[in-house]
């Protein structure tokens, strides 16, 4: 049984940094891409970022660029997510995902339960 | 990118069809088969549902069912009951690694 299980969230000033892990099992996590999509409370699903299965290439939504880092260790069964100068509207939960090939297969086949992220002063 | 449009809402009595769009542009959801459908219940986490715009997901009901014409993809759930009461996205593929989701269509079974 795939689970994805998030850590790392928690309440965060404007500015400031957090650090998400996303711990896989239930299935050969080094050979499938992976990706974070993020949730405001009570709004709609937004994708934030995706890792290749060997972690060489990643991919981010505009408003994160050059904020967040995605990684991956494969040897750990692990998935990152660096989250830097953290704004109001980052406040979301965050879910771990996983992709259903190596490369991309365009759709986000399993969720974790995801991690809450609160950014406020 | 603009997020896809959904309704806000959609209703059914049970045993009844009905049907969710997803609406984009020739940017996504026109450029290709790679739209997919999202279940997601109060405080869980989403479920796919729909994959490559009509292909079904392992474990799914085939009461659920997935089109796509031109700008607009559907969902439609045949034979509506109360356990598909919950909050249903779309989402495509956009290019350049880029993916938008729908903004949400909340399903109430009457």
């Known amino acids: 049984e795939v689970q994805l299980v998030e850590s790392g969230g928690g309440w965060v000033q404007p500015g400031g940094s957090l650090r998400l892990s996303c711990a896989a099992s239930g299935f050969t996590f080094g050979a499938y891409a992976m990706h974070w999509v993020r949730q405001a409370p009570g709004k709609g699903l937004e994708w934030v970022s995706s890792i290749k299965w060997n972690g060489d290439i990643v991919h981010y939504e505009d408003s994160v660029k050059g904020r967040f880092t995605i990684s991956r260790d494969n040897a750990k069964n692990s998935l990152y997510l660096q989250m830097n100068s953290l704004r109001p509207d980052d406040t979301a939960f965050y879910y771990c995902v996983k992709d259903s090939r190596g490369d991309y297969g365009y759709y986000f086949e399993y969720w974790g339960q995801g991690t809450l992220v609160t950014v406020s002063s | 990118q603009s997020a896809l449009i959904q309704p806000a809402s959609v209703s059914g009595s049970p045993g009844q069809p009905i049907t969710i769009s997803c609406t984009g542009t020739?940017?996504?959801?026109?450029?290709?088969?790679?739209v997919s459908w999202y279940q997601q219940y109060p405080g869980k986490a989403p479920k796919l549902m729909i994959y490559e715009a009509s292909k079904r997901a392992s474990g799914v009901s085939d009461r659920f069912s997935g089109s796509r014409s031109g700008n607009t993809a559907s969902l439609t759930i045949s034979g509506l009951r109360a356990e598909d009461e919950a909050d249903y996205y779309c989402c495509s593929y956009a290019g350049l690694y880029i993916y938008v989701f729908g903004s949400g269509t909340k399903v109430t079974v009457l």
């Open positions: 020739s940017s996504d959801v026109g450029r290709s088969d790679l």
